[in-house]
């Protein structure tokens, strides 16, 4: 899985309404560039999360239950390595007011 998870999680979130899209609004509603976009639809058609008709794509009505742990997968974040060094200490004072 040599995709970039953010443009994926983009992706997916255009395509939650369940409707067509045109390819094109990646680009112009999250400035994803065409070279991303082109591998994100390759990717999400061979692994058979998409129909794809010309310009426009959508989930596909046969989703199972390895797509949708794929979908899962794909949106979740990875805890940044600067928090690994976190200390309690640097906590503010906004709990003390809940």
Avoid at 3 to 32: K, M, Q, T, V
Avoid at 66 to 94: I, S
């Amino acid at each position: 899985m040599n995709i970039d998870r953010n443009a994926a999680r983009e992706f997916i979130c255009l395509l939650s309404d369940g409707g067509w899209h045109e390819i094109y609004e990646l680009h112009s509603r999250y400035r994803l560039y065409p070279d991303v976009i082109f591998s994100l639809v390759r990717f999400f058609l061979n692994n058979g999360l998409i129909q794809k008709e010309g310009r426009m794509v959508r989930f596909s009505d046969q989703l199972s239950n390895k797509h949708f742990a794929l979908l899962n997968k794909l949106q979740k974040t990875v805890r940044p390595k600067a928090l690994d060094n976190f200390e309690a200490g640097r906590l503010t004072y906004a709990y003390r007011y809940v």
